[in-house]
């Protein structure tokens, strides 16, 4: 039986950080095994926000480097980068034809990035789901891990490949947001407002590069306060966020002695941070080292991608060749 399609990507940036290893890149290393899975550096929609030319290709080798860091094995997925892929953009430019800019403006995360760049609503960033869409349907993949911040994202894949079966014939299955767990993940971010992010809330957010320094420093701000003062009281945000960070990298049973102590209100915040900073130094540090290793080789990186993207066009290739007959761009 042939395998289910598995697409996922990661924008080229910033940092990687916690919440895109366990929204994201800890799926993609279970379902290498499971599934035919293409995963790829997302650099095509980093450029909607601009950056500088000359940081590019250290970004891009970063996101390789960490995610093989982080277990994934280019010999069992195809890991490339999008702009390796020239029927991506194509494909792109065809679902656009079905995009309206009435439904595109209505995005929450469109208008996010209003808000926070103002000078700079170019098109791409109005259609940056319409690209999405595409490197999911290219491979006509159907399951996406994602975290929860992507969800409407992939949502509005469904509806464009819904609509472009619908106009021209039942072509793409219908993709769907997946993650191991119950449900979707966010991982918070350590001051108790909003999610660990790539650029935002940078203090307040665990990168995989961070030193065990910088680790510590970061855990022990974490926002807490006095302590409950009745037994099994509810807890406040920023402390179910620090208990959820326990979750993810600490032992259950040190996870399930804090909230015993929360529960009778013995609890002593200043160790428990100091708990989860060391149980975050040792996931990290492991990580951190072999990423830095890797990005000294970039041959190997180069070799990486450039086996990543043989392989993607492969079934790239077979994608647009179907959808040109079925548009009617079959001239001779
Ligand atoms: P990006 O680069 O912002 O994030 C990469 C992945 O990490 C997840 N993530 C999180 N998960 C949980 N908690 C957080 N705090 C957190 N922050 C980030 C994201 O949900 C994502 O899974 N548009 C995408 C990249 C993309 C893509 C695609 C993804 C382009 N084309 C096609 C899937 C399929 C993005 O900017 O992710």
């Known amino acids: 039986m042939s395998k289910e399609i598995v697409v996922s990507g990661i924008r080229s940036t910033g940092f990687l950080h916690l919440g895109n290893y366990f929204g994201a890149m800890q799926n993609y290393v279970k379902m290498q095994d499971e599934y035919n899975c293409y995963f790829f550096v997302a650099d095509y929609h980093s450029l909607t926000t601009h950056p500088d030319p000359k940081d590019l290709r250290g970004n891009v ?16 997925v195809a890991l490339y980068a999008q702009s390796d892929i020239p029927e991506i953009p194509e494909l792109y430019l065809m679902l656009n034809m079905l995009a309206y800019k009435g439904e595109l403006e209505k995005v ?7 808000r926070l760049q103002p000078d700079n609503v ?27 911040d992507q969800e409407q ?3 509005m894949a469904r509806n464009f490949a819904h609509r472009f079966n619908s106009r021209y014939s039942e072509m793409f299955p ?17 001051d108790g407002a909003g999610k660990m992010s790539k650029s935002e ?10 030193d065990d320094d910088a680790i510590r420093k970061k855990v022990m701000k974490a926002k807490t306060d006095a302590g409950p003062t009745e037994h099994n ?11 959820q960070l326990m979750h993810l990298v600490s032992k259950p049973e040190i996870t399930d002695t804090f909230r015993s102590a929360y529960n009778n209100c013995t609890i002593r ?11 975050m130094v040792a996931f990290i540090a492991p990580i951190r080292e072999k990423a830095a290793e890797l990005q000294k080789d970039e041959a190997q990186l180069q070799k990486i991608l450039r086996e990543g993207a043989e392989k993607a066009r492969i079934s790239a290739s077979a994608t647009i060749a179907e959808a040109r007959k079925l548009i009617g761009i079959n001239y001779y």
């Open 61 to 76: 080798y970063r996101v390789v480097a960490e995610n093989v860091a982080s277990g994934l094995d280019p010999e069992k």
């Open 108 to 114: 929450p995360t469109f208008k996010d990035k209003v």
């Open 122 to 148: 170019n098109a791409g960033l109005l259609t940056y789901p319409v690209l999405m869409t595409a490197d999911i349907l290219i491979h006509k993949a159907v399951k996406v891990p994602v975290g929860k």
């Open 153 to 155: 994202h992939v949502e």
């Open 174 to 190: 219908m993709p769907y947001p997946f993650n191991y767990g119950d449900s979707l993940i966010k991982v918070p971010s350590l």
């Open 201 to 210: 809330n940078i203090n307040a957010t665990l990168y995989l590069a961070d």
């Open 233 to 243: 009281s509810e807890m406040p945000d920023y402390i179910q966020n620090i208990f």
């Open 269 to 279: 915040y200043g160790d428990m941070k100091k708990q989860l900073a060391e149980d």
